[in-house]
């Protein structure tokens, strides 16, 4: 790994969005997975001057054990009679994303610039999918048949990335927004936290609200009461502008209003639906090992008589079993923990992980390519000793409760 100022890596949705644009234009019907593949592949062996960080801490090791066991399930599929290819794409789709942990570890000081680039990318990339959406363009049409499947329609804001990530961008651009926001002392970042609180509505995606709703409370504490970012008399100028756009809305788009309202009162109905897949994870008979990563997503649907297209950890359970679960779950309790730690510092982060963890318990987000990379590299940041701001406090820090417990609180 370099340590530029600036690395190949904090451009990926740059080039992301360059891929999306190629497709949307010039071949709408062929899905460019493979083309993304190859901009990660490439990222990683740009950065492999510094083999090193792989090993540098007992996180580090452990974020490899995950990999490397994801990767040996390849050998279950000599059993359960799916096709090869299912693994290589479910592996390109959720675990190569996975060495943007490692990515995160590059700088030896805090540096945004990746989240600033994606935010950026964010801005433009609902700018024309909202467009297209009003338009109703004929490529737009084909382009998300391919992106979301065919017959989708186009009721609900679906920018460029498809609904479910949509609504999950939305949720990330408006925690970056306001990460800007604060730093800025309220001076930069309003306007893009609102265009990306807006699109995360405009999908009526359920987990999506929900988690804005979350969201949009713990930022207000944390900028209000908590650390007192920003005066509390602009909390006053903040509430008196929203009831004016709010009684604005209702009364040229009071459908509409009723309309959220009423999708995000379907909450408890999104788990019943999804209970009985959920299920299906426990009554496997490999349940230590699992049947093989991506044997029971998506990409396995033809093949396979089980099928858990949404919920995450119930897919992990399945395909990698309680050894790949608990590697999993073992890095989010650390990533969680040292974040609480350091909230000052790293509410941005922290808040990322969350939200994209609350969301992955009703879909399968974290196999997506494209919010993937931005949630492991929020757990890089989270987890990176060189970037926290007391690192000789957190340097040492094992799994050990109490060692955890010290992280969490270095002033200690």
């Known amino acids: 790994m370099t340590k530029n100022r600036h690395s190949l890596h904090e451009y990926f949705y740059l080039l992301l969005f360059g891929v999306i644009l190629l497709q949307l234009y010039f071949i709408p019907s062929i899905r460019l997975g493979v083309a993304t593949s190859i901009i990660i592949i490439f990222l990683a062996i740009n950065g492999a001057g510094r083999r090193s960080i792989i090993f540098k801490s007992i996180e580090n090791k452990i974020v490899l054990a995950y990999i490397v066991y994801n990767t040996a399930t390849v050998a279950l599929y000599g059993v359960n009679g799916i096709p090869l290819s299912v693994f290589a794409a479910e592996w390109s789709n959720s675990i190569l994303p996975v060495f943007f942990y490692y990515f995160a570890q590059n700088n030896n000081k805090k540096n945004d610039a990746f989240y600033q680039t994606t935010l950026r990318v964010l801005i433009l990339s609902f700018a024309i999918g909202f467009y297209l959406w009003i338009t109703e363009s004929e490529i737009y049409r084909v382009f998300m048949d391919t992106t979301e499947g065919a017959g989708t329609d186009l009721l609900f804001f679906q920018s460029l990335f498809g609904l479910t990530a949509t609504g ?19 001076k930069s970042g309003k306007l893009t936290l609102i265009i990306c609180a807006i699109a995360a509505i405009l999908t009526f995606r359920r987990a999506a609200m929900l988690v804005l709703a979350i969201s949009i409370i713990a930022i207000h504490y944390i900028g209000y009461y908590k650390y007192e970012f920003i005066k509390k008399r602009y909390l006053l100028v903040e509430l ?6 709010y009684l604005a809305v209702s009364a040229q788009y009071g459908d509409f209003i009723e309309s959220v309202y009423e999708r995000a009162g379907m909450i408890s109905e999104a788990f019943e639906g999804r209970s009985d897949t959920w299920k299906q994870a426990f009554d496997m008979t490999h349940l230590l090992t699992g049947r093989g990563l991506g044997s029971v997503g998506h990409k396995a649907l033809d093949f396979s008589d089980t099928l858990i297209p949404d919920g995450n950890y119930f897919k992990i359970i399945a395909e990698t079993g309680v050894i790949g679960f608990g590697l999993f779950f073992v890095i989010m309790i650390l990533a969680i923990f040292r974040g609480v730690g350091n909230l000052r510092h790293q509410y941005m982060e922290l808040g990322i992980v969350l939200a994209m963890s609350l969301i992955s318990v009703g879909s399968n987000i974290l196999t997506y390519q494209s919010i993937a990379p931005i949630f492991w590299y929020s757990i890089g940041r989270l987890l990176s000793r060189v970037q926290v701001t007391n690192s000789k ?11 955890i417990l010290l992280c969490c609180n270095p002033s200690k």
């Open 168 to 186: 999950a961008f939305g949720v990330i651009g408006f925690l970056i927004s306001a990460d800007i926001l604060f730093k800025s002392k309220g």
């Open 240 to 245: 008196i502008i929203l009831v004016f756009v």
């Open 393 to 403: 406090a957190l340097d040492g820090c094992g799994l050990h409760p109490r060692k």
